[in-house]
């Protein structure tokens, strides 16, 4: 079943996308939750992803063994987070600052543009193998 | 499999490097964020043409053996990073040749079926 293992192939790719994307928005959408002095707040999370080794024919097709991606880890970032002078605030430390998740809206948003270029890709890759599966599917059908 | 016409297994070997290719280029778009990952392609027309070269003159009883060497083969792409739409310009291109293969596939079967009705319509 070559062609059903390249429709579960363009899944993992969608899956991995979806997980970024997930990360990327809990990252803006606590950008602005401010940390209480002294305490820990929100961090900004990266996806760690990789592929699988590209495994060695064992009785299954060549389709199956190809490199397929998956979120290995869901780690915090080494940012430092964002020092902000509100003297007012109540979160504020001794010296007026408050601080903020390290979150750089940014990259970020550039994240969402790349993420939702790819995940385009992997559905274009996905709706391609269904068509030359419907293609095979209809072999000999007007006979 | 098809030792009754060998365009059909010609066609049929076409498909399945189609059908890897296929897999390769979606291979190289769900990984296009996968660090370190090396894009890959299929090589199978050097084998196909020299399987060709082989079957000009070959005895019929060795063209099978011929057949079975036509192979496609996964190998790391020279291009370092993936290029999205490169990859899925590619695979439209991919798919064209793969329903041009279906077809040819669909009218060798229509020759043999009005060999075996005798030219009648069945």
Known sequence: MGLMSILSLSTAGLGVERARLEVSAANLANAQTPVAAGQTGYEPLAVLVRSTAMSELSGGTLESALPRPFVSEIVPMKTSPRRVYEPGHPDADAKGYVNYPGVDPVTTMLDLITISRSYEANLKAFDITRSLLQRTIDIGGQA | ?122
């Open chain 2, 1 to 122: 499999m098809f030792s009754i016409d060998p365009t059909l297994a010609l066609i049929s070997r076409d498909l399945d490097a189609c059908t890897l290719r296929q897999a390769v280029y979606a291979s190289n778009v769900a990984n296009v964020n996968t660090p370190g990952y090396q894009p890959l392609e299929v090589s199978f027309e050097a084998s196909l043409s020299a399987a060709a070269r082989a079957l000009n003159g070959a005895p019929i009883d060795a063209q099978s053996d011929i057949l079975d060497s036509i192979r496609p083969t996964v190998t790391p792409a020279a291009a370092a990073t993936v290029e999205l739409d490169q990859q899925v310009g590619l695979m439209a291109q991919n798919a064209i040749h793969y329903e041009t293969l279906v077809n040819a596939f669909e009218r060798s079967m229509g020759l043999l079926r009005l060999a075996i009705l005798e030219g009648k319509n069945g």
